[in-house]
């Protein structure tokens, strides 16, 4: 027996509530002044070999990390894929303050509840894109992302999870530093004129980034050093670098 759209519209509430229920026991200690975030996730050929993508530690990271589960203010969540695409798509939710005038407690519960199944659904698609693309254009996309996010937000965090070796017309980095990692910063006012060339620079002010880059050599190494400087020279607030999410 089919079950009737009542009953699948109540489970669907149940699940938004336990979710907000759980989010809100785990949140303790998160920053306040994060509402907008965005991922960008590799899904290039180069990045197999070293990343992982776990969709529950994600979720747990973006509730408990970015205070995702508080119940009042707005939020602001961005995702899109970095490979062959020279424009990303970006795929958007937002879940506007609450007015407890119009909107009771419950029913605000409840509408951050859905809003943080539509978040874990959109990072369970992240976690199940093939890693199949035959180009790197992580500064198209960045620059792309950038530009999509709410201006009114305060606290613009950025997540990037890649081995970061930039790959597209824009810019070469493999094999031309494969062997010699080093000068990637020797050559680094020459890699971002080539940047600038091909896209205006992105003005970062207000932003952290964080570089999610679990690559092992001494090449992934320099990558993410030129990276951490290139977001800093932007503006960017901070410029972090972890090995997982």
Known sequence: MKPSKSYVYALLALQAVLVLSIASSNSQNTPTNVSALGIIYDASLDSYSDQTFHV????????QRFGFSDIHQARYYYSTICGENTIA???SLEIKKSNPISVSTRQRKDLV???????????????????????TNLYRTLTRLVDQFEPDATGKH??????????????QMSPRYTKS???????????????SND?????????TIELITPGKTDYHLW??????????????KQGLVRSRF
Not at 56 to 63: C, L, N, P, S
Not at 199 to 207: A, H, I, Q, R, V
Not at 223 to 236: E, H, I, M, N, P
């Open 56 to 63: 529950d530690a994600v979720f747990k990271g973006v509730v």
């Open 89 to 91: 798509s970006i795929q």
């Open 113 to 135: 509840g859905r809003f943080l199944l539509d978040v874990k659904d959109d990072i369970r698609k992240l976690s199940e894109q093939p890693v199949d693309q035959g180009q």
């Open 158 to 171: 950025i997540v990037i999870i890649s081995n970061l070796a930039e790959h597209s017309s824009a810019l």
């Open 181 to 195: 990692p080093s000068k990637i910063m020797d050559d680094y006012d020459v890699l971002v004129k080539a940047l």
């Open 199 to 207: 896209t205006p620079l992105p003005n970062l002010d207000g932003f």
């Open 223 to 236: 990558l993410s050093r030129f990276w951490k400087k290139f977001l800093l020279d932007r503006g960017a």
